[in-house]
């Protein structure tokens, strides 16, 4: 079976420190997709990352990074210099690739405060 | 890319009734799914919505509860029927989209939810 544990349940930082919010999965595919998404109070899901299961290279985007490794099934987020603004809940979800249904992890609530 | 129209954003419904929510995309998808996240909690796929035939239930999940349809690649509603509190939830349509380029590759959009309350 698919399943997709984020451990943390709540993190807190204060701004400016670097903050890393962990995923491990599980899935017996060979092919498959790693997704991060970031919900806000508002509601809505922003789309932050897909990671095909070919490519283990690790991702920056600005204040962003993403380490995948396959060999623990783990596809971790780094925060750098974390913002007020990047207060939110963040999931980790995993693609089947047949089918294309999402399973999500239970969300991390990150809280940066000033 | 996709952008997905969802309908109502929110709404406050009374126990006993039903609501129908309406999910447009900009582009025909082959891949359309309802999913709900009750108050505090993750993501749960309810069904994968069929073109030109009934939906895919995930199991917990009914079509009696649930009623989906899906008349072309581009809208698909949800309706839950006999709404109880335990409804209350945000509901999304979320749609896989083949990206351009080498390779097959896919990325997944939801609309904006919708923040049903039932009282």
């Known amino acids: 079976a698919q399943k997709v544990t984020q451990a943390q349940t709540e993190i807190s930082v204060v701004e400016k420190e670097d903050v890393t919010l962990d995923c491990v999965y599980e899935t017996r595919d060979t092919t498959y997709y790693l997704f991060w998404y970031k919900q806000p109070p508002s509601g809505e899901l922003v789309f932050l990352i897909r990671r095909n299961s070919f490519d283990e290279q690790n991702e920056i985007s600005g204040r962003y990074s993403w380490n995948f490794q396959k060999s623990t099934s783990s596809f971790n987020f780094t925060i750098t210099a974390s913002q007020v603004v990047d207060s939110a809940v963040y999931f980790c979800a995993l693609s089947d690739s047949d089918t294309g249904k999402l399973i999500f992890g239970q969300g991390t609530t990150l809280q940066v405060k000033p | 890319s996709a952008v997905i129209s969802q309908k109502p954003s929110r709404d406050i419904c009374q126990r006993g009734t039903s609501l129908t929510i309406q999910c447009q995309v900009d582009?025909?998808?082959?891949?359309m799914f309802w999913y709900r996240q009750q108050p505090g909690q993750s993501l749960t796929l309810i069904a994968t919505a069929n073109q030109g035939s009934e939906a895919t239930y995930e199991s917990g999940f009914v079509i009696d509860k649930f009623p989906i349809s899906r008349p072309n690649l581009t809208f698909s509603t949800l309706t839950v029927s006999n709404m109880s509190p335990e409804d209350s939830s945000i509901y999304l349509c979320s749609v896989e989209v083949l990206l351009n380029g080498p390779g097959f590759s896919t990325e997944a959009f939801f609309g904006q939810g919708t923040r049903l309350t039932v009282v």
């Open positions: 582009s025909q998808v082959t891949m």
